[in-house]
């Protein structure tokens, strides 16, 4: 059993700053990339940035230059710095891990239970 638990969100002003946290816990036997993904009212869930185990990053246009994904492996801990914040970034943050359980067995997508960010005055 793995289980994904997030926590940083909340209620921010325009230009203000927020720091998502992401720690998985359970039968864990390695993880691979981790990722940030949002999903505002009416639209898609959407991929805000990923990394890789080696801390290889990429990002959503929307967000270069703003937000800074960085994990924490010997703590199974994916963050999300996320400055300047704009109300258009409103939304529930989910993050994601890639998961493998045994030796030699394959990596799982889980889900954390998301986390809501409005950006708003």
């Known amino acids: 059993q793995v289980q994904l638990v997030e926590s940083g969100g909340g209620l921010v002003q325009p230009g203000g700053s927020l720091r998502l946290s992401c720690a998985a816990s359970?039968?864990?036997?390695?993880?691979?990339?981790m990722g940030w993904y949002r999903q505002a009212p009416g639209k898609q869930r959407e991929l805000v940035a990923t990394?890789?185990?080696?801390?290889?990053?990429n990002y959503a246009d929307s967000v270069k230059g703003r937000f800074t994904i960085s994990r924490d492996n010997a703590k199974n801990t994916v963050y999300l710095q996320m400055n300047s914040l704009k109300p258009e970034d409103t939304a529930v943050y989910y993050c994601n891990q890639g998961i493998r359980t045994r030796d030699w067995g394959p990596f799982y997508n889980y889900w954390g239970q998301g986390t809501q960010v409005t950006v708003s005055s």
């Open positions: 359970g039968s864990i036997f390695s993880i691979n990339a």
């Open positions: 990394i890789t185990r080696g801390g290889s990053t």
